[in-house]
């Protein structure tokens, strides 16, 4: 089982920089691929990001390649998302998941957090 918590979101120009983070909780965390989603206002969940257990894969969705990092600590049972050069098309909740056994943007993903705002103004 993992529970995941996801903090940093907020309010912030277009251009700005924004690095959200997810704590993590369980044994099984280093195990765990982890993936960032997000899902604007009348639109469907969408993949941003995703990295391997041990850290060394990452993958992106072609619109945040470039301006979105992802990574993690396993000794923190961390994963963060640092995002540079924000859009207002970024606007959406940003949900932070893990995945048994394998990683990358098709894999299922078992557990989710709550997720966090994330709002780019023009």
């Known amino acids: 089982q993992v529970q995941l918590v996801e903090s940093g979101g907020g309010l912030v120009q277009a251009g700005g920089s924004l690095r959200l983070s997810c704590a993590a909780s369980?044994?099984?965390?280093?195990?765990?691929?982890m993936g960032w989603f997000r899902q604007a206002p009348g639109k469907e969940r969408e993949f941003v990001a995703a990295i391997s257990r041990s850290g060394a894969y990452t993958s992106y969705a072609d619109s945040v390649k470039g301006r979105f990092t992802i990574s993690r600590d396993n000794a923190k049972n961390m994963v963060y998302l640092q995002m540079n050069n924000l859009r207002p098309e970024d606007t959406a909740v940003y949900y932070c998941?893990?995945?048994?056994?394998?990683?990358?943007?098709?894999?299922?993903?078992?557990?989710w957090g709550q997720g966090t705002q994330v709002t780019v103004s023009s």
């Open positions: 998941a893990a995945a048994r056994g394998g990683w990358g943007p098709t894999r299922p993903y078992n557990y």
């Open positions: 369980g044994r099984t965390f280093s195990s765990a691929g």
